[in-house]
């Protein structure tokens, strides 16, 4: 545009003719006239279009000055730019030198790296700071007891004193105990003698031990229930149930049961220890029948009643158990007497014959059969099995699977009211 504008103002202005106009002598219907006058006309339009020209010409001359003065700007900045941009060189190069000393030092950088990884590790043990949180609380404690280390001194002292006090108490005790055990050495065979003297009932009345339910009996104890006795012969004592009535009474009932509701379907260390409660159903424990038997004379008295009230037995004059490193081996002997007809010692087969059988639990086999009796479905229970029994009284209570509770005899548990195992010595 600008340079349009000054085209305008450098073109050739047209040469009018004006003789005609001044001189007076025209003719207004000559054509000379008239294009004179048109001529005229354009001279005004020529001088008008001037007029603004001019006034153009002037307002470019300001902004080709004002452009001028930009460029002088513009050069100016440039010049600082150019320094700037010299000084951030310089400034590079001397990063890059810097960052390619510290490459060459390979012995900072593996110390960056050790020092990374020593902070990661100590970010992630988060139970370090949870014990230097405590360490510090303990710190502050003990800063607070100004009085602990006086405390701890006096105790050492103490501690001190009591050793040398305990070694010559050691030296007196030991002369003491020489002593004791020569009284001791001269007095046992009076002891002995005592002893030997004395009836056993006697010695357990002194000390109100009962070791089973015939001691009871013999002081004048004809109920029968619930009797707490002592047949390990110390004070420590189990609950059972006393029969004051049945042959004479003083039995001692080894196995009761009244009703299912105890589970004879237990392990070796159940039928060990015993289960269930004396005054419903339970059995007294393997280890507590062998200690009313060994070394004893015993019967064993055994009882089933029917639900129609009607009650068989049989009674073995011999009977006792070994201790569980034989597996709880049972001896039985005659002769056995009664109503239900001997199942257990002389059945006519002797695969039924149950003395000197093993006791067996389902979760220990000691039976002669290829499997486990006591382990079978129809059975569970603990038991002296041969290969299996023709008599077995810990069998499930369920009569469709009691079967042979005592054969013959009682071929189904379905009428069974109850059953007892009571044991007395002669």
């Known amino acids: 545009m600008m340079f349009s504008i000054l085209f305008l103002l450098f ?21 000379a006239l008239i294009n004179e006058i048109r001529d005229i006309k354009e001279i005004d339009v020529l001088r008008q279009i001037i007029n603004q020209e001019t006034l153009i010409r002037v307002a470019v001359v300001k902004d080709v000055q004002a452009v001028v003065d ?31 000393s510290l490459n060459r030092d390979n012995t900072l950088a593996q110390k960056v790296e050790t020092l990374q990884r020593q902070v990661y590790t100590l970010r992630q043990d988060k139970t370090l700071e949870k014990r230097v949180e405590t360490l510090e609380r303990q710190v502050n ?5 100004k009085a602990l280390q006086r405390k701890v001194e006096i105790l050492q002292r103490k501690v001190d004193s009591l050793t040398e006090e305990q070694i010559r108490e050691k030296e007196n005790w030991h002369e003491k105990i020489q002593e004791i055990e020569q009284k001791f050495n001269r007095n046992i065979t009076e002891v002995y003698e005592l002893l030997n003297n004395r009836t056993l009932e006697t010695i357990i009345k002194d000390f109100k031990l009962y070791v089973d339910c015939k001691h009871y009996y013999l002081q004048g104890q004809t109920q029968s ?22 042959e004479g009474g003083g039995w001692t009932a080894i196995q009761k049961r009244v009703s299912g509701s105890e589970s004879f379907d237990r392990t070796w260390a159940e039928y060990k220890n015993g289960f269930g409660f ?10 507590a029948i062998h200690q009313l038997t060994k070394g004893r004379n015993s019967s064993l008295y055994v009882s089933i009643t029917l639900k129609n009230g009607t009650t068989f037995y049989e009674l073995y004059q011999q009977f006792s158990i070994n201790d569980e490193a034989d597996n709880y081996s049972l001896f039985l002997g005659g002769p056995a007497t009664g109503t239900l007809v001997d199942s257990m010692l002389h059945t006519g087969n002797s695969d039924y014959n149950l ?65 007892m195992m009571l044991v007395r010595r002669h």
Not at 278 to 287: A, K, L, R, T, V
Not at 358 to 387: E, H, K, M, Q, V
Request: glycine share 6%; aromatic share 12%.
């Open 278 to 287: 004396p005054d419903d159903s339970y059995w007294i424990g393997n280890d």
């Open 11 to 31: 073109m050739p202005i047209p040469q009018v003719r004006t003789g005609s106009l001044l001189t007076g002598t025209y003719d207004p219907n000559s054509t």
């Open 225 to 246: 229930g619930v009797y707490r006795i002592s047949p390990f012969g110390n004070e420590s004592q189990i609950e059972v149930y006393c029969d004051m009535v049945t």
């Open 141 to 145: 404690t003990l800063s607070q007891d």
């Open 70 to 100: 930009d460029l002088s700007s513009v050069k100016r900045s440039m010049a600082s730019s150019e320094t700037m941009v010299s000084t951030l060189q310089q400034t590079l190069e001397s990063l890059k030198s810097q960052v390619d």
């Open 355 to 419: 003395s000197g059988m093993s006791f067996s639990t389902p979760d220990r086999d000691n039976d002669r059969y290829s499997g486990n009796c006591a382990a079978l479905s129809t059975i569970r229970g603990g038991w002296w099995f041969n290969n299996c029994h023709a008599a077995f009284l810990n069998i499930q209570w369920s009569p469709a699977v009691w079967s042979w509770p005592w054969w013959p005899t009682v071929r189904s548990g379905t009428d069974v009211k109850e059953t």
